[in-house]
């Protein structure tokens, strides 16, 4: 008696991934300035008309995708540390490359990537924040379950350490290649570090 509720729920929650996802290729494709409404209704196949009993605006749509981007990340970001029979160090590049998801490779191989980073900051700061903290967090976490080197701090410093330092690696000019060498080499880094 539950399923057709359950199913109606299923189909708007498919419309909202539709959306977003055709809201996330107009960005990457346009920039954020140059995207508009009806670049994402085109993009799914609504009306603008449509899509405006969704979303509120361009910023609206942009504030929901940042939400759906970093509760994926933060999800997967857990799995690539919890997975088993790993050594810290490939622990922490799956971590990194796994909160990244598929945004850093826009942000870092398009040309619109920057702006979309600007647009982030200034539209979804607070959701970065709590996602940074959220991360933190996580890695903390998985930190206390290590046998941490002595005098390197607590894991709550650590982790935030880490957090900061990875956030370091996205500059201007930074190439998807050079950033994923650099969280390779951060990864190596912190590794030996926690482990003494």
């Known amino acids: 008696m539950d399923k057709p509720p359950l199913q109606g729920a299923g189909r708007a929650a498919d419309r909202q991934d539709m959306i977003l996802d055709a809201a996330f290729h107009a960005f990457a494709t346009y920039g954020y300035r140059r995207t508009t409404m009806d670049d994402i209704a085109r993009g799914v196949g609504l009306s603008r008309s449509a899509l405006y009993l969704h979303y509120r605006n361009k910023e609206d749509v ?27 160090e490939q622990a922490l590049i799956a971590a990194f490359i796994a909160k990244d998801g598929k945004f850093m490779d826009v942000v870092l191989g398009t040309p619109h990537g920057s702006e979309l980073l600007d647009a982030g900051m200034s539209l979804s700061r607070d959701l970065a924040d709590q996602a940074e903290a959220r991360k933190i967090g996580l890695l903390a976490r998985w930190l206390a379950a ?51």
């Open 146 to 196: 290590l046998p941490m080197a002595d005098g390197i701090g607590s894991p709550e410093a650590v982790a935030r350490t880490i957090i900061v330092s990875a956030m370091g690696l996205k500059f201007p000019g930074q190439t998807l290649d050079g950033y994923r060498q650099g969280q390779r080499q951060l990864a190596r880094l912190f590794a030996r570090a926690i482990t003494g």
């Open 62 to 88: 942009f504030r929901k995708l940042a939400e759906r981007y970093f509760a994926e990340a933060m999800e997967a970001m857990e799995a690539a540390l919890m997975a088993p029979g790993q050594t810290p």
